[in-house]
């Protein structure tokens, strides 16, 4: 099983900020599978980045990530209110799929 | 649109089993995965298994292994996931989520959860 260790565990940053948030894995991910989703407290988790670095469906252009093998980043460019909230990562390229334990982008 | 609707809050006692449904619509049920991932409190995110609604094949995580039984109605668009021999640490938000291909792929749509809480 692929374990994937995120840093920081917590991020406190101010709106206009850059967020620099990252993800390594145990072994690398074959393809670039890996995810990245955003979760609002009381909410299901969101897609944002798919295949390392692909922004989903109406994700805004401040979102962005990339890397490969085992080393990931996501990057928020400037930092807007409602982006503060808990940010995991997540490999499928190999069962059993895994997330990281989570970084939480709180306001400083 | 694509929507995953969950059945409601569920509270039961130790040893007991649950039986979560996730209906889906906006797609044919028959041509995604659907999984499910639980998030126990202020935890983060497990994978815990996945149903092929397209003839019921399952794939479980091996925490879950003999514990855990997913089910799909075509009929209905709804899959299933019971949980059985619940202990206190299974008290968790349950989440179904669709892929389109296995493993290769991401969650693209998730339901909007059910809590399952485990208490005497």
């Known amino acids: 099983e692929i374990v994937l260790t995120q840093s920081p565990g917590t991020l406190s940053l101010s709106p206009g900020e850059r967020a620099t948030l990252s993800c390594r894995a145990s072994?690398?991910?074959?393809?670039?599978?890996l995810a990245w989703y955003q979760q609002k407290p009381g909410q299901a988790p969101r897609l944002l980045i798919y295949g390392a670095s692909s922004r989903a469906t109406g994700i805004p252009d401040r979102f962005s990530g990339s890397g490969s093998g085992t080393d990931f980043t996501l990057t928020i460019s400037r930092l807007e209110p409602e982006d503060f909230a808990v940010y995991y990562c997540q490999q499928y390229g190999s069962s059993p799929y895994t997330f990281g334990q989570g970084t939480k982008l709180d306001i400083k | 649109q694509v929507q995953l609707v969950q059945s409601g809050a569920e509270v039961k006692k130790p040893g007991a089993s649950v039986k979560v449904s996730c209906k889906a619509s906006?797609?044919?049920?028959?041509?995604?995965?659907m999984h499910w991932v639980r998030q126990a409190p202020g935890q983060g995110l497990e994978w815990m298994g996945i149903i092929n609604p397209n003839g019921g094949s399952t794939n479980y995580a091996q925490n879950f292994q003999g514990r855990v039984t997913m089910t799909r109605d075509t009929s209905t668009s709804t899959v299933y996931m019971e949980l059985s021999s619940l202990r206190s640490e299974d008290t968790a938000v349950y989440y179904c989520?669709?892929?389109?291909?296995?493993?290769?792929?991401?969650?693209?749509?998730w339901g909007q959860g059910t809590l399952v809480t485990v208490s005497s």
């Open positions: 989520a669709r892929t389109r291909m296995y493993p290769v792929d991401y969650f693209d749509y």
């Open positions: 072994q690398s991910v074959s393809s670039s599978y």
């Open positions: 906006g797609y044919t049920l028959t041509s995604y995965y």
